[in-house]
């Protein structure tokens, strides 16, 4: 069974920046990809990032050119580095893995990690 571990969240001024990882433990198949949502109060949970497990980005319009997303393939690990954060970006983020299985394509989630941008 797939489990994600994220880490890396708090809280951060506008303009600053923060670092979140996600370490995925159990077997998972390629190809696969990987990447962060974020759910902010009263809102439905958006896509932020995705990534291949080759390495092709996909962004969100709202954070195109502030935040990038990386992974390491030995480590089983996701990143997305966070930049130039505004209040907008306060939301509960997850990390999220897409992944083949014998029954077709399945979805693992963590348990979320809070980040609030606010001075």
């Known amino acids: 069974q797939v489990q994600l571990v994220e880490s890396g969240g708090g809280l951060v001024q506008p303009g600053g920046s923060l670092r979140l990882s996600c370490a995925a433990s159990?077997?998972?198949?390629?190809?696969?990809?990987m990447g962060w949502y974020r759910q902010a109060p009263g809102k439905q949970r958006e896509l932020v990032a995705t990534?291949?497990?080759?390495?092709?980005?996909n962004y969100a319009d709202s954070v195109k050119g502030r935040f990038t997303i990386s992974r390491d393939n030995a480590k089983s690990t996701v990143y997305l580095h966070m930049n130039s954060l505004r209040p907008e970006d306060t939301a509960v983020y997850y990390c999220n893995v897409h992944y083949p299985s014998w029954t077709g394509y399945r979805d693992a989630w963590g348990q979320g990690t809070q980040v609030t941008v606010s001075s």
């Open positions: 990534i291949t497990s080759v390495g092709s980005t």
């Open positions: 159990g077997i998972i198949f390629s190809p696969n990809t």
